[in-house]
């Protein structure tokens, strides 16, 4: 019997081609896109779950209050695992990562000269342990075990010693400190939150000898016993902090926690804490999932719409099954397999693509997509699972109306579809509002990735250039900087802690001298000349000079000592910035810092936050990084000169320039590849949305080609043909119209809700939207009208 289904199956799809080839390509895109963004999603959800007992590992985060005020840190000091292991029985195991690239790069020799590198870390003997990656070559046990010992990646082993079994043994220097290659191990997976080229024993570092309660610079991670009560452990945590940081913390005015954080949620959890690698915003999962329910959705409306459609064209067909003896059960059976031909033909073409266009999705998306998943057992089990149902869903409701037809009215041809017309009305909406939707959600995008390029950050990031440098060149960074100026490529020049893009070390600010409160500030360590080079705007007081100290300099904590602050710490301490100049306020590790001046408050970090309070300090020997602004002209040309006076000064180091603006653009880099991500499939929905609505439109051009000889003959022109097709599906645009605006509205509020800085919603996104989906929808018409209106009456009435 099934095998009769599929061969007339076989025949009507052969028939009727050109419905066939609109549903085929619908469902094969739609499918596609489905498999793609599961993928997706799968890689992103599967984050550090590759380890053993990976849900007994937790990080440990910190937080910091005062006065109500409270900073979440994701590092913790270097004395706190080490703690824990001995005097907490429920840990495990624990260790520390400490990444040094947030501070500056490495020189590293293998004895061919130096090459910087930024994907450097410290980690103890027990990571291995806690993170079991597979080592290549060394053991477990022994590889972190010995100061000066290193273990390199696969691809980093085989970059410095061409193998990875060469690398075993070998010397390496790092910072002109001999190391030895004491392990290789495979590269970091791409779903892993750590990622580094190079692990050095952490009993190198000077806290890996003698750990201490501060500073918080250390990535904590701990293995849990089996059932052990995670608010329990927090208890005795809080235990921790009583003993080992009381007494301090209350001198100081501070209070601390220490909480759990499963690493498996690290990825996905909350991105304010900061990580090793950037994480995803959980709801963009959940947004690209529903994005992907809708695309299916669109795709098997266009089977059912064209269905229905035509089904009484097969009236007879139906009719004529059942006088013969066919049972409702058998006509449905005998639709429904039609409709499963259709989709296994669209999934295995969807396979195939995914194959084809995986590379530039993964490069789209930032994100490796594995296909191996997709031809598992496990993986082929749910596809062909997931093309029963696709096949069902699209096929159940033209099934139930074509076997439903009375046998003399469908042999008479005048049965009617109860209700099709009302569903098929529907359907088009509901295709026509996801499209709309998309697409004013991706300009909701675009537009605030637009904002955050063209506002106004307080500061010039263009031709601004960062060049790192490592601590023990301080001692000759003037020499360098006198030289860049001398060249002529640059204007000004600053030693500064951090790019402007994201200044990351935070203060106190103590009830002391002139100012009464007490709060928590960002501090930026940087030299005499950083307004100058930033274009910062000075609104009160004056600029820092060459006489001012610096805070090296200091020999008292209560010695002068002049800062700049911002507008916000200004306003956090009740003065306006003309009052606040000469007042003196307890700055932490001085209570006799004089207000020399008030800059405008510019964005230092994120625009997801608000701008805070800011203080700025001479303070050059904490600084890591040259800002150069160069001269007006051609930036090439200038930073060729620049380096031609690096390499004078300090070749065994290379001249490595960043572009604070290109700086600036990856923090958004999530934005801007969820912005992508959005256009391409709200770009897909409406392509395969027009290609059901030129399905319909061909239909009801065909059904209704006698009348439009008619119309033809009695002198209607082509643009009366189109308006009277068209009347009908424009009132169903406007519809959708309609619903995607209020849509739009919702998206809008929710994507910009966790941007303190947003661009000011416009009308222009739904005006755009809805005009790209309206111009598209009448080509499709026009185009289906014109091949009808350019028949031959003559001949079209005749056969009629």
Not at 128 to 147: C, H, N, Q, T
Not at 245 to 254: C, K, N, S, V, W
Request: net charge negative; aromatic share 12%; proline share 4%.
């Amino acid at each position: 019997m099934w095998k009769n289904y599929l061969k007339v199956s076989f025949r009507n799809l052969q028939k009727r081609k050109l419905y066939t080839g609109i549903n085929l390509l619908g469902l094969t895109i739609a499918i596609f896109s489905f498999l793609a963004i599961c993928l997706y999603i799968n890689h992103e959800w599967s984050y550090d779950k590759m380890y053993t007992d990976y849900n007994r590992i937790y990080r440990l985060n910190q937080e910091f209050r005062s006065q109500g005020d409270g900073q979440l840190v994701s590092s913790t000091p270097s004395s706190l695992v080490p703690t824990l292991i001995e005097e907490v029985p429920e840990v495990e195991n624990g260790t520390l990562v400490f990444d040094v690239g947030i501070f500056s790069t490495v020189m590293i020799d293998a004895g061919d000269g130096n090459q910087e590198e930024n994907s450097f870390a410290y980690a103890d003997e027990n990571f291995y342990k806690i993170f079991d990656f597979e080592l290549l070559s060394g053991d477990v046990d022994r590889v972190l075990a010995e100061p000066n010992q290193i273990v390199l990646t696969k691809s980093t082993a085989e970059k410095y010693f061409g193998t990875a079994s060469a690398a075993q043994g070998s010397p390496l220097k790092v910072n002109n400190t001999d190391f030895v290659v004491s392990g290789v191990m495979e590269d970091f997976p791409s779903n892993s939150h750590l990622e580094f080229d190079f692990i050095g024993s952490f009993k190198t570092h000077r806290h890996g000898i003698n750990p201490e309660w501060s500073p918080s610079n250390y990535y904590s991670y701990i293995k849990l016993k089996p059932e052990t009560d995670t608010q329990v452990f927090e208890g005795k945590l809080s235990q921790l902090v009583d003993k080992y940081l009381g007494e301090e913390l209350a001198e100081y005015g501070y209070e601390t926690a220490f909480f759990v954080q499963p690493v498996s949620q690290i990825h996905l959890g909350d991105q304010a804490l900061g990580s090793i690698k950037p994480g995803t915003d959980i709801r963009y999962l959940y947004i690209f999932g529903i994005v992907a329910l809708l695309l299916i959705a669109i795709g098997v409306i266009n089977y059912v719409n064209l269905a229905t459609a035509e089904a009484t064209e097969r009236n007879k067909e139906v009719g004529l099954r059942k006088v013969m003896g066919a049972g409702r059960a058998q006509l449905f059976g005998q639709f429904v397999s039609e409709s499963f031909i259709l989709t296994l033909g669209a999934a295995v073409l969807s396979v195939l693509a995914l194959y084809l266009f995986a590379p530039k999705f993964s490069s789209l998306s930032g994100v490796p997509l594995d296909l191996n998943l997709v031809i598992s057992p496990v993986g082929l089990l749910l596809l062909a699972g997931f093309v029963a149902v696709i096949g069902v869903l699209a096929g159940l409701y033209p099934s139930m109306i074509l076997s439903g037809m009375e046998p003399i009215k469908a042999l008479a041809n005048k049965a009617k579809i109860g209700g099709g017309a009302w569903v098929r009305k529907s359907l088009v909406v509901f295709q026509f509002f996801v499209s709309i939707g998309l697409l004013i959600s991706t300009f909701v995008v675009k537009s605030q990735l637009n904002y955050m390029q063209e506002v106004n950050l307080g500061y010039e990031k263009e031709h601004l250039v960062s060049l790192s440098y490592h601590y023990n060149m301080r001692d000759g960074i003037e020499t360098i900087k006198n030289e860049m100026l001398r060249s002529g490529a640059a204007v000004s020049i600053s030693r500064a802690a951090d790019m402007p893009v994201h200044i990351k070390a935070g203060y106190k600010v103590f009830p002391g001298g002139d100012n009464p409160k007490e709060f928590m500030i960002t501090g930026y360590s940087v030299d005499r000349d950083i307004i100058n080079t930033i274009d910062l705007e000075l609104i009160a007081g004056d600029n820092f000079t060459e006489s001012d100290p610096s805070r090296s300099d200091l020999e008292e904590g209560t010695e002068r000592f002049p800062v700049i602050l911002n507008e916000s710490a200004i306003k956090e301490m009740g003065w306006t910035p003309e009052e606040a100049i000469g007042k003196t306020i307890n700055f932490g590790f001085n209570g006799n810092s004089i207000i020399k001046g008030v800059v405008r408050d510019f964005y230092f970090n994120s625009l997801h936050h608000q701008v805070g309070p800011l203080v700025i300090f001479k303070d050059p020997d904490q600084s890591n990084v040259l800002l150069v602004k160069l001269a007006s002209g051609n930036p090439s040309a200038h930073l060729a000169t620049l380096e031609g006076v690096w390499k004078d000064l300090v070749a065994e180091r290379p001249f490595n320039p960043v572009f604070v603006d290109q700086a600036y653009d990856q923090m958004y880099s999530s934005e801007q590849k969820a912005g992508m991500i959005f256009g391409l499939f709200s770009g897909i929905a409406i392509f395969i949305a027009c290609m059901g609505l030129f399905g319909l439109v061909s239909y009801v051009a065909l059904r209704r080609t006698r009348e439009i000889s008619i119309r033809k003959v009695l002198g209607a022109t082509q643009q009366n043909v189109v308006i009277v097709l068209a009347s009908d599906f424009l009132k169903l645009l406007g519809i959708s119209a309609i619903l995607a605006i209020g849509f739009g509205f919702w998206f809008s509020k929710q994507w910009l809700q966790d941007f303190a800085n947003k661009t000011d919603p416009t009308f222009w996104p739904y005006v755009i939207a809805i005009g790209i989906v309206f111009t598209l929808a009448m080509l499709t018409i026009a185009y289906r009208s014109w091949k009808v209106y350019s028949l031959n009456p003559a001949k079209t009435l005749k056969s009629e």
